[in-house]
T-cell receptor, first 115, second 106 residues
Framework: GAVVSQHPSWVICKSGTSVKIECRSLDFQATTMFWYRQFPKQSLMLMATSNEGSKATYEQGVEKDKFLINHASLTLSTLTVTSAHPEDSSFYIC???????????FGSGTQLSVL | DAKTTQPPSMDCAEGRAANLPCNHSTISGNEYVYWYRQIHSQGPQYIIHGLKNNETNEMASLIITEDRKSSTLILPHATLRDTAVYYCIVAGKLIFGQGTELSVKP
């Protein structure tokens, strides 16, 4: 299966600052990556689909200007949380889909805490 | 998109089989059933998937009913490290439900 590396594992930032999270597919060229958000004791919520070389597709209710996604290469997608606020504190996870089926491989996640 | 329903929690004794059910009554004919698990504060891990036939791999077995409206994930000999939240999803929209929190107890 695909190996997905996510960095950083955790980040603490001040309110109003921006935070960038990287997702790398180490052994697979991923034309599509997915970004999820997970609040404590809740399930994963799909935020957006990242498409290499084109604009990301955002799920309903997710602000595209706040969660900037860049997928400039087949192995790297980044999620930038702009002007972060305490309510953005969450566990962010990326994933890639391999092959002709829907099997997903996930990064280890990034715990964001906004003070 | 097909939704899934799972019990919120289950307990299992270490060494015994853990049987985790999932209801997906609105599944379409060409949609696969996928199972993942998430250990606390980690990204989910793929376990197994299937379409119609029962499947087995080194991690688990998947039993899918003939009408495909439900399935059961079987961990044949649960260990403490199998304690996690288990998600059953139907391929397509990649929507995760609430999952089942499995606690394996010594």
């Amino acid at each position: 299966g695909a190996v997905v590396s996510q960095h950083p594992s955790w980040v603490i930032c001040k309110s109003g600052t921006s935070v960038k999270i990287e997702c790398r597919s180490l052994d697979f060229q991923a034309t599509t990556m997915f970004w999820y958000r997970q609040f404590p004791k809740q399930s994963l919520m799909l935020m957006a689909t990242s498409n290499e070389g084109s604009k990301a597709t955002y799920e309903q209710g997710v602000e595209k200007d706040k969660f900037l996604i860049n997928h400039a290469s087949l192995t790297l997608s980044t999620l930038t949380v702009t002007s972060a606020h305490p309510e953005d504190s969450s566990f962010y996870i990326c994933s890639v889909k391999t092959g002709g089926n829907e099997k997903l491989f996930f990064g280890s996640g990034t715990q964001l805490s906004v003070l | 998109d097909a939704k899934t329903t799972q019990p919120p929690s289950m307990d299992c004794a270490e060494g015994r089989a853990a049987n985790l059910p999932c209801n997906h009554s609105t599944i379409s004919g060409n949609e696969y059933v996928y199972w993942y698990r998430q250990i606390h504060s980690q990204g989910p891990q793929y376990i197994i998937h299937g379409l119609k036939n029962n499947e087995t791999n080194e991690m688990a077995s998947l039993i899918i009913t003939e009408d495909r409206k439900s399935s059961t994930l079987i961990l044949p000999h649960a260990t403490l490290r199998d304690t996690a939240v288990y998600y059953c999803i139907v391929a397509g929209k990649l929507i995760f439900g609430q999952g089942t929190e499995l606690s394996v107890k010594p």
